[in-house]
């Protein structure tokens, strides 16, 4: 079938299985291009299809020949029905991997539920043993909490008071003003719920348990703190106070960890174009802002080069990890530079409809927001007959009852 891109507000309907499919193989090859990394043999990424944890996964495989299983919740392909972009990665990655001679299992399922935590155990403990690395880099909007039943779902809104600024429509390019309203308390608690650092420990709780984390163990969750322009609806609102959460639980299972001789951190990521991102108002502007300044200066990263130097230079780099004031990694520091974000506030206040396609780069948001369903990828013939219908080769078929 022919194979375009079907979009609904913030949302692509569709995904393109060779696009896909080259995406993955453009960041393999940016891997291997940085050569090899002391890094992780055994890796656990859980939600690995897209974005950091798919960059995760790549970086510890091709760059240090690490065996990974990865879990995730895609939707599968059906007769004349594109599977969702997270399934044609894994299925490129899988392929690309099992080529190599390097192992590379799944399981696709509700990775909040004991079902599938139980399922990764047993996967585990069948074929790899015990695991040096958990990559924990969920992205999603509803969780239910396995031991009480109850279902949380996560808003995007500032606290104490509303917040007004402008933002972009990028399918459009229409700056205009947007207002929320302040969450209350039950929402904020919901937020926590999903995006903080619950079920993050209740991995390594788990695993440990079963005696699975190797001597001198690592995990890493992903954050992201932001400019003062997006900390009302960001950084201080919602999901700010459940990536306080998730931080704080950074250093409790560092505390678990210490018989280990583990560590548990948070890195905190570079703004990118993503499908979370892009339904946050305010921010779809502030990344066309930055993106065009980073560029600018030769210091623009998407997600592969982000985690291939967060690996390099921090994690696995033969030194103490550094750390900020507050115990997190920053590989958020070019973003975050003074002279970039004086940048950013400047063109900020200057940018309306008819400045932003000269002094941002809506152009560059809208080719990598396609990116991320396999659309606009550079060497795919987008007019040739698609085959929907891929497999993942090493798809460990999910347990019932796990969502």
């Known amino acids: 079938m022919i194979i375009e891109p079907r979009m609904r507000g913030f949302i692509c309907l569709t ?3 060779k696009g896909c499919e080259q995406n993955v193989i453009n960041q393999i090859n940016y891997i291997k291009s940085k050569g090899p990394i002391n ?3 055994k890796v656990l990424v859980i939600g690995a299809s897209t974005g950091f944890g798919l960059a995760s996964r790549i970086t510890s495989a091709f760059g240090s020949n690490a065996g990974t299983i990865g879990i995730y919740f895609e939707k599968p392909p059906k007769e ?6 997270g399934w044609y990665n894994t299925a490129a990655f899988e392929t690309e991997a099992i080529k190599t001679g390097l192992y590379a299992k799944s399981i696709n399922g509700d990775a909040f539920s004991n079902e599938v935590k139980q399922q990764t155990i047993e ?28 279902t949380h779902r996560s808003v995007l809104k500032p606290i104490g008071g ?24 039950e929402e904020t608690e919901n937020t926590i719920a999903v995006m903080g650092g619950e079920d993050w420990e209740m991995w390594i709780d788990a695993l440990k348990a079963e005696n699975l984390l190797a001597d001198g163990f690592t995990t890493v969750a992903y954050s992201y703190i932001g400019p003062a322009v997006t900390e009302a ?17 950074a250093f409790t299972i560092t505390d678990k960890l210490a018989d280990l001789n583990g560590k548990a951190y948070v890195s905190v990521n570079k703004a990118l174009v993503t499908q979370a991102s892009s339904a946050i108002p305010v921010i779809p502007l502030y990344i066309s802002i930055l993106y065009k300044i980073m560029k600018e200066d030769g210091i623009h990263e998407g997600c592969i080069e982000q985690i291939q130097r967060l690996f390099k230079n921090r994690l696995y780099s033969g030194d103490t990890v550094p750390l900020d004031e507050k115990g997190r990694i920053r590989i958020d520091d070019w973003e975050m530079r003074d ?5 950013v506030a400047a063109l ?18 809208k080719s990598d927001f396609l990116n991320l369903f396999g659309f606009a990828v550079a060497g795919v013939d987008y007019q040739a007959d698609a085959n929907e219908m891929i497999e993942v080769p090493g798809l460990v078929e999910a347990k019932e009852g796990n969502g």
């Not at 390019?173 to 308390?185: F, K, L, Q, W, Y």
């Not at 002279?339 to 940048?343: E, M």
């Open 15 to 17: 995904a393109h299985p």
């Open 348 to 365: 900020w206040e200057e940018s309306t409809t008819e400045s932003l396609p000269t002094i941002g780069d809506l152009a560059g948001y």
């Open 80 to 85: 004349g029905k594109t599977a969702s972009p």
């Open 123 to 150: 996967l585990i403990k069948a074929d790899l043993g015990q695991i040096d690395l958990v990559i924990y880099s969920l992205a999603s909007p509803v969780r239910t909490n396995p031991n009480t039943g109850m």
């Open 39 to 41: 890094g992780p043999k």
């Open 162 to 185: 509303s917040y007004t600024n402008k933002t972009v429509d990028f399918h459009t390019g229409i700056v205009s003003e947007v207002s929320i309203d302040p969450a209350n308390e």
């Open 339 to 343: 002279d970039v974000q004086a940048r």
């Open 233 to 249: 609806v960001y950084r201080k609102g919602t999901i700010g106070m459940a990536k306080d959460h998730l931080e704080a639980t």
